[in-house]
């Protein structure tokens, strides 16, 4: 689905050649500051390679317009930005933006249920935990329903135990669905256990993989 060659980011990430495959579920390890966030924003092309090719089903990411690749690759920041108003509000902003119309699929109680949300779709966002902020906007990026979930962190604002549902959740979301999961994750636990393919990136390269 994506390759990458010979990319190189400033002096933060230099990548000779990674292929991550479609309908996987990747996870990227590696020390804070080594280049793991700053590797998913090139997969979307919220930033753009200083030097190299990355490719996005056989096309370089060049090629496409980036506000409808960015509806086919979806990233959900470690710390999201929450829209002002309901959540009701934060669903509607996000269909609006994404011009995606109301999902078919998926209804926002629905949506709610599956992050572990126990709030009303009349809630004022902003009073929400840091957590139950991370899993609107993880909901929002399901809403969605993209081809390809890129999540930084998604589960750093969680106890151990809503972070163990939470990922879960994702992953079975992810292989019922054919979608491909590429997140950056704190924890090699996290990684071992639901991970197709293991990627760990220390100061900015590539130093192991395992399928």
Known sequence: MFEL?????????????????????????????????????????????????????????????????????????QDPAIFRGSIRDNFQITEKIAENGSSKNINYKDLLKKVSLNKNLSDNADNLSGGEKQRLALARVMLLEPEVLLLDEPSSSLDKKTEEKIIQMVVDYVRENDRTLIMVTHSPEIAEKYADRIINIEKGRIVSWKN
């Open 5 to 77: 060659k010979n990319v190189k980011y400033k002096n933060i990430l230099d990548i000779e050649k990674v292929k991550l495959n479609k309908n996987f579920v990747t996870a990227i390890l590696g020390s804070s500051g080594g280049g793991k966030t700053t590797f998913l924003k090139l997969l979307n092309n919220m930033i753009s390679a200083d030097q190299g090719e990355i490719f996005f089903k056989n096309k370089n990411i060049e090629n496409y317009e980036p506000v409808a690749l960015r509806r086919e690759v979806v990233m959900l920041p």
